[in-house]
């Protein structure tokens, strides 16, 4: 049974850092594609970022491109999101999420919400002065 736990999330200032962390379980890491997904008050969930299965080609919604970096660590079953350059468009609760399939897809297929399931129950991010 796929599982993710999600921390590493808080309060942070413009500007400011954090790094999350997504732990995976049921599956072997580079088997699916894991994405980062956020969720802001009042707004539908997004993909942020995606790390796709077997060779780890990475995503980012144009949002974030330059600020964020998806990571993984097969040895430990765990995704990373790096994320610097903060801005208060970026507070929202931010989940792991599969596709449950192995392969190559376009980059539209992976930034598609509908796409990824399974999601965990996040971790708020809160960017504020």
């Known amino acids: 049974q796929v599982r993710f736990v999600e921390s590493g999330g808080g309060l942070v200032q413009p500007g400011g850092s954090l790094r999350l962390s997504c732990a995976a379980s049921g599956f072997t890491l580079d088997e699916y594609a894991i994405a980062w997904l956020r969720q802001a008050p009042g707004k539908e969930r997004e993909v942020v970022s995606v790390?796709?299965?077997?060779?780890?080609?990475?995503y980012y919604t144009d949002s974030v491109k330059g600020r964020f970096t998806i990571s993984r660590d097969n040895t430990k079953n765990m995704v990373y999101l790096q994320m610097n350059s903060l801005k208060p468009e970026d507070t929202a609760v931010y989940y792991c999420a599969t596709d449950h399939r192995s392969g190559y897809y376009s980059e539209t297929y992976y930034l598609t919400l509908a796409n990824f399931g399974s999601w965990g129950q996040g971790t708020q991010v809160t960017v504020s002065s």
């Open positions: 790390i796709s299965s077997n060779d780890g080609r990475t």
